[in-house]
């Protein structure tokens, strides 16, 4: 079983500045790609942001220059810091991650969500 787990989400005025983290737990042996996705109401869960193991990263066009992936490795955690934070950003923030488990099978995992409210 593997788990990740999401914190920092809230709210906060538009301009402003949120920090995402996600932890991984379980039975790991590796996880290559860990990312972030979000999911607003009534609309699908899209790509935020993607970090490969080597800390290659990749964003959606509406996030470039406004948001940062990065990860510890030695932490299982991957991070999304979120400035200049607009309402259309206003989503269910869902962390992902490709993981290799002790037993040498992929799966894909995701976190429970945490909501990000950009709102004055």
């Known amino acids: 079983q593997v788990q990740l787990v999401e914190s920092g989400g809230g709210l906060v005025q538009p301009g402003g500045s949120l920090r995402l983290s996600c932890e991984a737990s379980?039975?790991?042996?590796?996880?290559?790609?860990m990312g972030w996705y979000r999911q607003a109401p009534g609309k699908q869960r899209d790509l935020v942001a993607i970090?490969?193991?080597?800390?290659?990263?990749n964003y959606a066009d509406s996030v470039k220059g406004r948001f940062t992936i990065s990860r510890d490795n030695a932490k299982n955690t991957v991070y999304l810091q979120m400035n200049s934070l607009k309402p259309e950003d206003t989503a269910d923030y869902y962390c992902?991650?490709?993981?290799?488990?002790?037993?040498?099978?992929?799966?894909?995992?995701w976190g429970q969500g945490t909501l990000v409210t950009v709102s004055s």
């Open positions: 992902y991650g490709f993981v290799r488990t002790i037993a040498r099978s992929y799966v894909d995992v």
């Open positions: 379980g039975s790991i042996f590796s996880i290559s790609r």
């Open positions: 970090i490969t193991g080597d800390s290659v990263s």
